[in-house]
């Protein structure tokens, strides 16, 4: 939908302030959902929370294939991302079946197959726009053309999805447990400790650089606080990215006069080279641990952020092309998951269906935010302003994580991590 959203907006009458509130919803719908799947997949088992998401993804496909005014095109956009609400549940799931050691690593395969789904379908909407620009006609009854095609494709996906959820998953056992406890009116057991394996990890080659075995005098004991401060972090990687979905695509047709397959094409690309990206995450792991990860991924979005902010018609398209690649493939995918690593080593012992599916609200939260206050400013302000300032937020948050990196470090030694 990414590359044709914004011109399927302005066919039915919108502006920039107006496609931000439809990308927007999006998140709103997840951010509504989120909590309450969480539980649900408590009470309920994965099987049948991730199937009645897929069905409920299907619907807003076909809401939004069908879309004929601005609010029927955001309520479908609104139930797909009800029904995305079960992100954190595919995290919970794999977080519950592995060890704080190998937790990170696991979980940025995860995230790989779903970054997949969110950058590289704009090669898919790209493929659609080719096929379908001129409209068709399907057994006289449908038609489909740029526009719908991608809430059609949404549908087929999801419904496939469900079918395959009902006849080939299995429920781990942990689940069949909680599943059976709620029938019986029992309280519901916890998330299974993982305990760490024995093998110590290997010593990063840059612990000379940052030593942080002192000096913890002022690390928070309670792991709360731990969890907002990360929260936040999902908070400022999670809106910069949006940020980016929003008025990417609009940057470079306002721009660099790009077509609409071309924008899908590049970041698609872009995208798929952050899913390889996540595929080395074992080996980054093994020279980097997850802070310095972080660290580094808000640094390279933060080069990404104030690129855009400098570039103008004249300027070299390359220069945008390197500034997409350096957010897209690089410095989100890598900070990010280093961050959602992070959390659930800290959140160890806890519920992490529940907890997860809150970092997940959180992360919808900037989604819905960002996107707002992004197309009010490019609106009013222009691009350059709202780049230089993602940027300036993105150099806040650097600081932000370096001073309290050593309070992190702590906490994840004591899960095993």
Avoid at 238 to 252: H, N, P, R, V, Y
Wanted: charged letters at 10%.
């Amino acid at each position: 939908m990414f590359p044709t959203l914004w011109p399927l907006v302005q066919s039915l009458g919108g502006d920039r302030t107006v496609h931000g509130y439809t990308v927007g919803s999006f998140s709103f719908g997840r951010a509504l959902a989120s909590p309450c799947i969480g539980r649900w997949s408590g009470k309920h088992g994965y099987k049948a929370t991730l199937g009645i998401c897929s069905l409920v993804i299907c619907l807003g496909g076909f809401v939004y294939a069908t879309a004929r005014n601005l609010p029927m095109l955001i309520a479908g956009q609104i139930l797909i991302g009800i029904g995305s609400g079960s992100l954190g549940v595919t995290r919970a799931y794999v977080a519950e079946l592995s060890s704080p050691a190998s937790r990170t690593v696991l979980l940025a395969y995860l995230t790989a197959v779903q970054y997949c789904g969110f950058t590289c379908t704009p090669f898919i909407g790209a493929i659609l726009t080719y096929i379908f620009g001129g409209g068709y006609t399907i057994a006289n009854l449908v038609e489909v053309d740029k526009f719908n095609a991608p809430g059609y494709f949404t549908s087929l996906w999801a419904i496939s999805n469900a079918i395959l959820l009902f006849v080939a998953f299995r429920e781990p056992a942990h689940s069949l447990a909680r599943i059976e406890a709620h029938k019986l009116g029992l309280p519901l057991p916890e998330s299974p400790k993982k305990q760490p394996k024995a093998a110590a990890k290997p010593a990063s080659p840059l612990e000379g650089f940052d030593i942080d075995s002192e000096g913890e005098e002022g690390c928070f004991e309670s792991e709360e606080p731990v969890l907002a401060s990360l929260l936040f972090l999902n908070v400022a990687t999670k809106g910069s990215i949006a940020c980016f979905e929003t008025l990417g695509a609009m940057f470079a047709f306002a721009v660099f006069s790009m077509s609409i397959p071309s924008a899908g094409q590049l970041f698609a690309g872009c995208g798929a080279a952050g899913v390889v990206s996540l595929l080395f995450f074992r080996p980054l792991c093994n020279v980097f641990d997850e802070v310095q990860l972080i660290l580094g991924g808000i640094l390279v979005m933060v080069v990404s952020c104030l690129t855009v902010a400098s570039l103008h018609s004249t300027t070299p398209i390359y220069f945008f092309y390197g500034a997409v690649a350096l957010m897209y493939a690089i410095g989100y995918p890598i900070g990010h998951t280093a961050v959602i690593g992070v959390f659930s080593k800290v959140a160890e012992g806890k519920s992490q269906g529940t907890l997860l599916s809150w970092f997940g609200t959180a992360g919808s939260l900037a989604r819905i935010l960002f996107p707002m206050f992004s197309g009010y400013v490019a609106q009013t302000l222009g691009f350059s302003a709202l780049f230089t300032f993602i940027g300036a937020f993105l150099i806040a948050t650097l600081a932000a994580v370096m001073y309290g990196r050593k309070c992190l470090r702590r906490h994840m030694r004591k899960k095993g991590g």
